[in-house]
Nanobody, 115 residues
Framework: QVQFVESGGGLVQPGGSLRLSCAAS??????WGWYRQAPGKQRELVAT???????NYAGSVKGRFTISRDNAKNTVYLQMNSLKPEDTAVYYC???????????WGQGTQVTVSL
């Protein structure tokens, strides 16, 4: 059984930065994805990274967020810069297969961007 543990969220002012981490146990993750879910909205995929470190980003975060991975630790990171109030959401990680999440979700980590 694969489990994800996300961390690094918090309250930050607009324009600030946060670095999220997600560690997986139970299986090595080939393609990672960071997702987020804002109140009243569907969960959306914001960034992916393959085993060859090819990355892809949603248009809303491109140029501001950077996804990276540490294969030895089976961990993925999301560096978030120039944060905006609309980035407020619970952030989750998962394995991505055919652009869909593959395993059960972890608890997520809350990111709040506000004055």
């Amino acid at each position: 059984q694969v489990q994800f543990v996300e961390s690094g969220g918090g309250l930050v002012q607009p324009g600030g930065s946060l670095r999220l981490s997600c560690a997986a146990s139970g299986s090595w993750i080939s393609t990672w994805g960071w997702y987020r879910q804002a109140p009243g909205k569907q969960r959306e995929l914001v960034a992916t990274i393959t085993s060859s470190t090819s990355t892809n980003y949603a248009g809303s975060v491109k140029g501001r967020f950077t996804i990276s991975r540490d294969n030895a630790k089976n961990t993925v990171y999301l560096q978030m810069n120039s944060l905006k109030p609309e980035d407020t959401a619970v952030y989750y990680c998962n394995r991505v297969v055919s652009n869909s999440p593959y395993y059960a979700w972890g608890q997520g980590t809350q990111v709040t961007v506000s004055l």
